[in-house]
């Protein structure tokens, strides 16, 4: 495909400008340019061959005119043509064959336009030559001084008329011009320039066009937003150029989508209206009327997700471009117009932090922005005025049945007395960007509490922290551990940090040199929730780890000669191999920790022995414990 040409003011448009305005300049240098002009030019004398050997044309020559004689009456018209004097000078008794004087023939000429100055002996011939359009008629006895200076007249209005047509035309240019960039400038405000297609402002008229047209009808207006979500790293691999292609390219494939359902979904009334824009670099929104039971949502989702995730190739390169679409409907989902493709961008936002590839806005899930809303405002407030805790659950050697940690985990006290579920609350405060101050709220927390049954006289324990991949992708945040650390005064081998399999981990260079920067502090490092994530086998062995738990979901289905059984056992046995203490989470009967001793697991937490507690409750379970 070809790409089309942006809608922008561009070079050969200055050039246009620039020429426009040098044509206009002349007319202040009109009188300049004339003179300037007039070494150049050449008189056409036209006369008997007695006539031109009298006339005296010196004045002619030193007025800087080139002269050239014409004494061939046939040949005169010829002469006037090819040499374009700046006057002709006719003797009115110079005939041609036909008796007929030559400057009448000058006069008639169609493709002629000079000035024809007759030189007349009677009063007869001047009435004629006035009569028939002469510029001028000089009387006999012939003065060439005078002639030359009305030559010279006569030049001048030309060049004038000349400038002055000039300038007409230089001022129709410009207007032409400014229409043009006017034109322009509308589409460069109505259309996106790489695709051609209606640009974020365009498509929400659109949007108010059509909606006038359902109002009559029952149709409702399907909104889509589909996200590519690799654009920005095909721009950075393959350059702008190539990106663009890809964009070029996807708009025809949506447009190929819209077509496609269009004639596969038939609308029982009123007439249906489709568009496709791009809203940003990689994302574009789709526009279709549709029949009230939606049928079409279906079918466009499914074509758009088919083609979209089909390899594209650019220059010779395979991409893929792994769409997420988000759809919203109005009326029936949204209400206001204004919002309806905020809302079906907030459906694939939605969509793509869940991993999936589609999300269909609905009122629940306003009810669950507002309500995500109302919690960050509110976690604000709870940071501020300190209102988070920190609740131990007790880790347990397998073995010995003996205390030998515990994990820290956040607490955060409601009004009502209740608590509100980390699960909800602490994604919320990693993608608002609080997550990072109540990690160090939970650690410094934990290390003082450590410190804290120190004093006390408790033995010692290891104290397991949560970190979030916001923290772990801080660069100070090594330097954060061991300051804690040492204000605290613990012992650094008691204190393990958990990364969660889900996120947390990635084999990027930054993230494996923190994980080691942290070793070299004498903390230990443990994969949670193993088990859950993507991939983690395939790079567990290159991380600095110590700790394997396995996730509670795991181990809540335990059964004798179950798939889970196999799984677990496989885990621990794997945790093994890698020389990994392994530890076993959510155990709640005594069946389950009978299962896990059998497989040779090490550690586990869980509600059989006790769920988390406070620090004076723990203190009390670490003494009964032997």
């Not at 305005?21 to 300049?32: C, F, K, P, T």
């Not at 088990?531 to 289905?557: C, H, Q, W």
């Amino acid at each position: 495909m070809t790409k089309p040409a942006g809608t922008h003011f561009d070079s050969d448009d200055l050039h246009e400008v620039t020429g426009i305005l040098e044509s206009l300049m002349s007319v202040a240098n009109d009188e300049n340019y004339v003179e300037d002009q007039d070494s150049e030019k050449r008189v056409l004398l036209l006369g008997r061959p007695r006539s031109l050997r009298r006339w005296d044309t010196r004045w002619l020559q030193q007025s800087g005119f080139a002269v050239t004689m014409v004494d061939d009456a046939e040949n005169a018209l010829v002469a006037a043509e090819s040499l374009e004097p700046c006057a002709v000078i006719a003797e009115a008794a110079f005939r041609d064959s036909s008796r007929l004087p030559v400057y009448l023939r000058l006069l008639d000429a169609e493709d002629l336009d000079v000035p024809v100055i007759v030189l007349s002996t009677s009063g007869s011939e001047t009435r004629d030559a006035l009569d028939n359009g002469a510029y001028d008629v000089a009387r006999k006895p012939f003065d060439f001084r005078i002639v030359s200076r009305r030559v010279r007249q006569a030049a001048q209005i030309a060049d004038s008329g000349a400038a002055l047509e000039q300038t007409r035309h230089s001022l129709r240019s410009a207007v032409e011009l400014a229409d043009r960039v006017r034109e322009q400038k509308r589409t460069s405000e109505s259309f996106e320039p790489v695709t051609g297609l209606p640009n974020r402002s365009k498509f929400q008229e659109l949007l108010r066009r059509s909606a006038t047209s359902i109002t009559s009808n029952g149709n409702v207006l399907l909104v889509c937003v589909v996200s590519l979500n690799r654009f920005n790293l095909i721009t950075e691999a393959l350059g702008v150029k190539q990106s663009d292609q890809v964009a070029f390219d996807t708009a025809g494939i949506l447009r190929e989508c819209l077509q496609s359902t269009a004639d596969s979904v038939k609308l029982e009334s009123g007439l249906r209206t489709a568009s496709v824009a791009r809203i940003d670099p990689g994302r574009f929104a789709l526009l279709m009327t549709v029949s009230p039971d939606a049928a079409e949502l279906d079918e466009l989702r499914r074509v758009v997700m088919e083609r979209l995730s089909a390899p594209m190739s650019v220059d010779g390169q395979t991409v893929y471009l792994s769409p997420c679409i988000g759809a919203a409907f109005y009326p029936t989902d949204v209400s206001e117009l204004s919002q309806v493709l905020g809302k079906a961008e907030s459906a694939m936002r939605d969509a793509r932090s869940r991993g999936a590839q589609f999300c269909h806005h609905s009122k629940k899930v306003d009810k669950d922005i507002a309500r995500k809303l109302q919690i960050e405002n509110r976690l604000h407030a709870a940071i501020d005025n300190k209102e988070l805790r920190l609740a131990y659950q007790p880790l347990v050697d397998i073995a010995s049945s003996r205390i030998v940690g515990c994990e820290a985990l956040l607490r955060w006290p409601q009004p009502d007395g209740s608590f509100l579920p980390p699960a909800e609350f602490v994604p919320i405060a990693e993608a608002s960007g609080l997550m990072v101050s109540i990690g160090r709220f939970v650690l410094n927390s934990a290390c003082r509490q450590m410190a804290d049954w120190r004093e006390r006289g408790m033995d010692p324990i290891r104290m397991s922290v949560n970190v979030s991949k916001c923290q772990l992708l801080d660069p100070g945040f090594p330097d954060v551990v061991r300051r804690c650390v040492e204000t605290h005064g613990v012992d650094p081998g008691l204190l393990d940090l958990e990364l969660s399999e889900r996120g947390a981990l990635s084999p990027e260079t930054n993230v494996v040199s923190r994980l080691e920067a942290l070793k070299e502090l004498g903390v230990s490092l443990s994969i949670d929730d193993f088990g859950t994530g993507e991939a983690a086998i395939a790079y567990l062995k290159d991380l600095p780890l110590d700790v394997l738990k396995i996730d509670r979901s795991y181990i809540m289905e335990l059964r004798s000669n179950g798939a889970e059984s196999a799984i677990t056992s496989a885990m621990v046995a794997l945790g093994q191999k890698l020389n990994l203490t392994v530890v076993a989470e959510g155990v709640e009967s005594n069946e389950q920790l009978a299962m896990l001793r059998g497989m040779g697991c090490d550690q586990y937490q869980g509600f059989y022995l006790s769920p988390a507690v406070s620090p004076d409750e723990l203190a009390s379970l670490v003494q009964k414990t032997p």
